[in-house]
């Protein structure tokens, strides 16, 4: 049985863990705001700009840029997107547990995957089970700039052109609410396939000023920088809303432990004194 030092000191460790808890709470709320109002200004600019450029990719020839190209698919290249740190619950592990049944699907039908990672818990994820790494970068949680993602784009653009890979394959949190996010799974290139083209609707004729291939080659590129960077964004609002979460429950469980402890410490004080008490009582009756 722990003594009533014993309790105390645990008392006092549990206390101070949960006055870093709540602070880390506080921090993650304030980080949120700001993470979540550029990912709502970013939302429906990356979305319209998605749609419009989908609707003119099906109205194209596939060899009017390399980025329009389709081709067998014979090499998939996954992008995972997570944190470099933990503290914020299920966040990282509902990415990996999703990119590795994504994986395990492709590679039933013969596809060769490799992984491009973005957070050091993927490549860390990866680099313990030896998964196939073309490309890392870390360091991006809570400073995701635009100049991030177009080093992520111009790496996946080159590569895809070069016919390194055949597809690209998007892997995020996509923030729903501060108690809710969502894995998200997206196919970033090629924009549009046959098996799409015959989902969607008709292709329309548009008239292309200066020149389609103008067109294309601005905003092609630009497309896969905007996406890559609003799922950054995403990810970051819905870290720092997980960690968050992940602090609140931890802070209000530190609460609880140390309400337990406390009446564990009180209940010990209290015998301990009784026994006092009895021990007093005994000596006074063997004196008379």
Known sequence: MPTLRDIKRRIRAVNNTRQITKAMKMVAAAKLRKSQTRMLEMRPYADKMNAVLRSLARGAESAAHPLLAFRPRKTIEVLVITSDRGLCGAFNSNILKTAQKVVAEMRKDNFEVVFSVIGKKAADFCKRRNMPVRGSWTGLSGRVTYTHAQEVANDIIENYIGETVDEVVLIYNEFKSVISQQVSVKRLLPLVSPETEEESEPAMDFLYEPSQEEIFNVLLPK???????????????SEEAARMTAMGNATKNADDMVGNLTLQYNKARQASITKELMDIVGGVEALK
Do not use: P
């Open 223 to 237: 497309n896969v920088e905007i996406q890559i960077f609003r799922a950054l964004l995403e990810s970051q609002a």
